[in-house]
């Protein structure tokens, strides 16, 4: 059994994937791309770049990482996504922290870039993400599909060096995706039996848009700032009360 394996979940990414695993391999016993199905390349770029690919149907983010998680014979897993750069500096203190007999996750920082734009405030930095798991000590809640979340059988710590993440490298893209979690929310509104009501669509916006743009410091990002904190005060503020009112 490996001490620690790389892991990649990917659907047509074949863009990313050959820098991704070429970034990632230095510091792993072995890099495994997860694949959906893609139909761009994907996975023949991975095996070219000394990737293993498994092939499974996706059904959604929390079971993808889940069933990784099973099937990868590793002490370690590092979760990766294909948009996302590991460095020298994460590298060295990765194969540090896994030598630890008491932490069985680390929470490691991302510096995200948005169409260009490396953000400092507004929740994208430094933007916790717990990826580096025990394996026999992780496992990830199948009520959470999306932005999932992994529950450990004991302690976490906390990483410094960050994973680069190319976040949005196009406005388009990120309207695509706004959308997709948007209506995921309403789902998930629907289903703790709430329903929408007039005060939801003022309130709720102005809500999250006082989260991004003060007290997560978005303005620290000046106009790039500014302009993220009102789409998502519109995506996450205003928008899944109005899938919800479809759903009445």
């Known amino acids: 059994m490996h001490q620690l394996v790389a892991v990649i979940l990917t659907h047509n ?9 070429a970034a990632v391999r230095p510091w792993v016993d072995a890099v495994v791309v997860w694949d959906s199905s893609s139909s761009d390349g994907t996975q023949a770029a991975a095996i ?3 990737a293993l690919v498994v092939d499974r149907p996706f059904d959604n983010f929390a079971a993808q990482r889940q069933a990784a998680l099973d099937a990868v014979a590793a002490a370690w897993i590092l979760f990766v996504d294909a948009d996302e750069r590991v460095s020298q500096a994460l590298g060295d203190e990765i194969r540090v922290a896994i030598t630890s007999d008491t932490i069985d996750g680390y929470w490691i920082p991302r510096k995200n870039f948005i169409v260009g734009h490396e953000m400092q405030g507004g929740g994208f930095f430094p933007d916790y993400q717990l990826r580096l798991l025990r394996r026999a000590a992780a496992r990830y809640d199948p009520a959470r599909e999306v932005h999932e979340v992994v529950a450990l059988a004991g302690a976490a710590g906390h990483l410094r060096a960050p994973l680069i993440h190319y976040n949005y490298a196009t406005w388009t893209q990120f309207h695509q995706k706004q959308r997709l979690y948007a209506a995921y929310e309403a789902r998930i509104l629907a289903g703790r039996g ?3 009501r007039p005060h939801n669509f003022v309130l709720q916006p102005l809500r999250e848009f006082r989260r991004r743009f003060v007290t997560l410091g978005g303005w620290r990002d000046g106009w790039p700032g500014l302009r993220l904190a009102l789409l998502l005060a519109w995506y996450y503020g205003f ?8 759903m009445e």
Request: include cysteine; charge should be neutral; hydrophobic fraction near 50%.
């Open 194 to 196: 709430i329903r929408a």
């Open 48 to 50: 070219a770049s000394g």
């Open 13 to 21: 990414e074949a863009r990313h994937i050959a820098e991704c695993v």
């Open 239 to 246: 928008m899944p009360y109005w899938h919800l009112l479809s």
